[in-house]
Structures are given as C-alpha cells and as structure tokens.
C-alpha cells in the first residue's frame, strides 16, 4: 500500500485561491484541509496574497476573514 502524503498548507491555499475563482466550489472542504495542516505544521494563522483573491478590497478581505474564523482557521494578508 502506498501511502498517501498530507498536503501543506501551501498546497491548501492554491486549492483555496482556485475555489475562489470557481465561485467558491468545494471550499469548506478545502478549509477543513486548511485547518488540518495548520495544525500538523504547527502554523496559528493562514496568509493569503491578496492580489489572488477574487475580492481584494477590504470588505472582500473582512467577510473572507470572518468566514474562515466561523470554521476555525485564523487569516492573514501578506502585504
């Protein structure tokens, strides 16, 4: 049996950036995942670019925030 590697929370969030862009498709799923290897890495906050983000204005950047924070990852913005 091969065992099947975890994904990196950087590799999470390209999955997050293209659920974005595709009207949000599967991202729950993909937060789960975000959450988990958060976890596994030992990281406390998600950092996202926001020049990726479908909605990069604050109110954008806000309501992404307050989402992730309802399913438990923290968010962040590189600047």
Not at 42 to 51: L, N, R, W
């Amino acid at each position: 049996m091969i065992p099947v590697s975890e994904p990196t929370v950087a590799q999470v969030t390209e999955s997050i950036y293209a659920s974005l862009r595709a009207d949000n498709a599967d991202l729950d799923a993909h937060i789960a995942t975000l959450k988990a290897a958060l976890v596994r890495e030992g990281v406390k906050q998600a950092v996202f670019d926001p020049t990726k983000l479908a909605q990069n204005n604050r109110s954008g950047r806000k309501l992404m925030q307050a989402y992730f924070r309802q399913r438990g990852v923290s968010v962040g913005f590189s600047e």
